[in-house]
């Protein structure tokens, strides 16, 4: 929801912070992208495998996984579905709520984010945490939680 009465104008460190993010969250998807593209898959499907092999028993419910990967659920219906495709995910009806998915990491995917995994933490360091400095990297970690903790709650609750 927006707020309709006027608000306060940026100062210039906030006119900085607020153009400087609306330039990171357009161009950094892209760099990851470009990372990513020699691994043989696109980062939101890392980002989605890594999740699963987190998970115990390596599942999720389809749910939950798109919350924890910042998606909306059609969205992470069609990532699983094009794991599916390749056997690196297998989608399961819940074991004790029949009308609820899981998807549930195979083997072969397990070995696939483990082959991606040094192209992604390459690029994690070489785009991201090489550019904040260690002092500022708690700080910093605390706050980009806080900004999409924030995000996921409202778009959890529209």
């Known amino acids: 929801m927006v707020a309709t009465d006027d608000p306060a104008p940026l100062n210039q460190d906030e006119l900085r912070l607020w153009q400087s993010l609306g330039r ?3 161009s950094l998807p892209r760099a990851l992208e470009e990372d990513m593209s020699r691994t043989g898959v696109t980062m939101t499907e890392f980002a ?6 987190e998970a115990p028993d390596r599942r999720m419910r389809m749910s939950a996984l798109a919350t924890a990967a910042g998606l909306t659920p059609s969205r992470i219906t069609r ?3 094009g794991l599916s495709n390749h056997d690196l995910v297998r989608k399961e009806r819940h074991g004790e709520d ?6 549930v990491l195979t083997d072969a995917g397990l070995r696939t984010m483990q082959a991606a995994q ?4 390459a690029s994690a360091r070489r785009r991201v945490l090489d550019q904040v400095p260690e002092d500022l990297l708690p700080d910093f970690a605390h706050a980009v ?4 903790d924030a995000l996921s709650t409202q778009q959890q609750r529209t």
């Open 145 to 148: 939680t806080r900004l999409a």
């Open 48 to 53: 989605v495998l890594l999740l699963l092999s």
């Open 24 to 26: 990171l969250v357009h």
């Open 98 to 103: 029949a009308r609820g998915n899981e998807a």
């Open 118 to 121: 040094p192209a992604h933490l």
């Open 79 to 81: 990532v699983v579905n």
